[in-house]
């Protein structure tokens, strides 16, 4: 008998190599039961390959790891069957329909062919599917897959839920139908660990963050926790004209700090503050220098700038692009 109050996830020095690549490098996780977990971090930064480990897929190289008071190692036909993992890509037949891959996963666990049937339909109308159940899911639109893989993974309800990656590629309106099932399987008492690289999807969905970069945890804790960690605000300007980018950036970073953050808008900066008082003289120096503003505002750093602060680069930059594991 296992104690319910252990951790659903335990980890001390999680460690795995691929040649000279260190994909995890000594990861300690405490995921709490009935909890969502996230795993926040860009492509190459080692969420994959922690999630293989956990859910007995890969063999850690070192450190131990126990999953609903289990080892991944030693006990890993046990925790298989506690598990349910969804990865980056859809696990589905796309030549047979939503029905027919539900029930066929059901028989493959073991339900009769009417509890499997009961089973899909059950899971097809909670996640909004009834009506494109006899469909080939080749014909299903990317959010629909999505939710098809995701009830795939609930044939059998698991304890423990492994969600690598569940919204990428998907449209907003797509992405806020998963987070809703999300929350949804939390409440009926599943755990979910979740991977991401989006920083939204972490901030609106996990109890607790860590933050994750070239396969060692850089930060842990509630959101609110993690923001307040970088300091009390964070000005944002918008520039006139985008020419003036590098002129403000110097400037801000010469009375704020080198903390200075730009997005896909050439237009726009933001400056992590450790006094909110900086943000006055700030502005005084852009102006006094001929900088000119169509906006500004001071607020609560989010996420994105949590990682940068931590990092020193933007979430989009820390990873290679390249797999963390070979396929």
Not at 26 to 38: K, P, W
């Amino acid at each position: 008998m296992h104690d319910a109050s252990s951790p659903a996830i335990e980890t001390v020095g999680l460690r795995k190599a691929y040649g000279d690549k260190r994909a995890v490098d000594g990861i300690d996780l405490a995921v709490r039961r009935g909890s969502i977990y996230g795993l926040l971090g860009p492509n190459g930064a080692g969420k994959t390959t922690t999630v293989r480990m956990l859910a007995t897929l890969v063999r850690p190289d070192g450190g131990s790891a126990r999953v609903l008071g289990q080892d991944v190692v030693a006990e890993a036909d046990a925790v298989r069957r506690r598990i349910s993992l969804t990865g980056q890509f859809a696990s589905v037949d796309e030549d047979l329909s939503g029905t027919e891959n539900l029930v066929l996963l059901g028989r493959l666990l073991g339900y009769r062919r009417r509890e499997a049937r009961a089973r899909s339909e059950e899971l097809l109308a909670a996640f909004g599917l009834s009506e494109a159940a006899g469909k080939p899911v080749k014909d299903f639109s990317g959010g629909m897959r999505r939710r098809l893989d995701i009830a795939a993974s609930l044939v059998v309800t698991p304890e423990l839920l492994f969600l690598d990656e569940p919204t990428t590629g998907l449209d907003p309106r797509s992405r806020n139908q998963v987070w809703d099932i999300i929350r949804l399987l939390v409440r009926n008492g599943t755990t979910v660990l979740l991977t991401t690289q989006y920083l939204e999807e972490a901030d609106q969905l996990a109890d607790r963050i860590a933050v994750i970069d070239h396969g060692r945890v850089i930060a842990e804790g509630p959101s609110a926790e993690l923001k307040a960690s970088v300091g009390t605000g964070v000005l944002h300007v918008r520039l006139a004209e985008p020419a003036d980018a590098d002129r403000a950036a110097a400037i801000l970073a010469t009375r704020c700090g080198d903390g200075v953050l730009r997005d896909g808008d050439p237009r726009r900066l933001s400056v992590q503050l450790a006094d909110p008082a900086l943000a006055t003289a700030a502005l005084a120096d852009l102006a006094a220098v001929g900088v000119a503003l169509t906006d500004f505002s001071l607020g609560q750093p989010s996420l994105d700038e949590v990682f940068f602060a931590l990092t020193g680069h933007p979430a989009e930059a820390a990873g290679d692009g390249q797999p963390e594991a070979p396929e």
